[in-house]
């Protein structure tokens, strides 16, 4: 009988963590759905943490427009596609975006 109330404690148990932790994610479906889920990510993060996301976002924009440039059909709709692409991440996964360019890009775009 203990071993099956286990099973529903560590359910629940993971679940509250996730909550918790899992953060808010971007809407990218508008521009200004966009702003506002960037805005309250930023705000719900301690002081430098938040501004660490929004740097690692302007990376990621950055990093887009610096590829597009060697494609001029790759600028036309570029804001969308960026949202598109932000769209359900949260600030770890933005992080993680960011990293990844920072390694690839290297001394280019730094962001930090």
């Not at 494609?71 to 570029?78: F, L, N, P, T, V």
Request: charged content about 30%; aromatic content about 6%; some cysteine.
């Amino acid at each position: 009988m203990k071993k099956f109330l286990r099973i529903p404690v560590v359910v629940a148990g993971c679940a509250l963590l996730s909550a918790c932790g899992g953060g808010q994610e971007i809407d990218g479906s508008s521009r200004a759905a966009y702003d506002k889920s960037i805005h309250e990510i930023a705000m719900s993060l301690e002081k430098e943490e938040g501004k660490q996301f929004m740097k690692d976002i302007m990376l990621i924009y950055m990093n887009y427009v610096r590829e597009a440039n060697q494609d001029e059909q790759a600028m036309e709709g570029m804001e969308e596609k960026v949202l598109s692409m932000l769209d359900g991440m949260d600030a770890d996964d933005v992080h993680d975006e960011a990293e990844e360019i920072r390694e690839t890009v290297g001394d280019f775009v730094q962001g930090k």
